[in-house]
C-alpha cells in the first residue's frame, strides 16, 4: 500500500476547484493508495510527470517514487472546438 504525498502547488489547485468536483477529486486520488488496480491511470512518456489520473475534466499528474505516490500538479481540461486550433 502506497503513501499519498501531495505537493504544496497541488494542495492550492485543489483549494481553487468547485466544492462539488473537490471530493471527487480526493476520493480518486485516495484510490491510488493500491496504485496497481487504480481505475483512470494512464502512464506518461516523454513527459515531465510519471502518470497522469483522469477524474471528469481534471488530470491530476503524479509520480511514483520508491513506492509511494506523490501528487504534482491538478490541469483542468476544457473543451475544444475550431477556434482551439
Not at 483512470?40 to 513527459?47: A, G, I, Q
Amino acid at each position: 500500500m502506497a503513501t499519498i504525498e501531495w505537493k504544496r502547488k497541488a494542495i492550492k489547485q485543489l483549494s481553487k476547484i468547485d466544492s462539488v468536483q473537490r471530493p471527487k477529486i480526493v476520493k480518486a486520488v485516495k484510490s491510488l493508495e493500491e496504485f496497481r488496480t487504480a481505475n483512470n491511470v494512464k502512464p506518461l512518456s516523454n513527459h515531465q510527470y510519471d502518470y497522469r489520473l483522469r477524474v471528469g475534466n481534471y488530470r491530476v499528474m503524479f509520480d511514483v517514487i520508491n513506492g509511494n505516490v506523490e501528487i504534482v500538479m491538478i490541469q483542468e481540461v476544457k473543451k475544444r472546438d475550431e477556434s482551439t486550433y
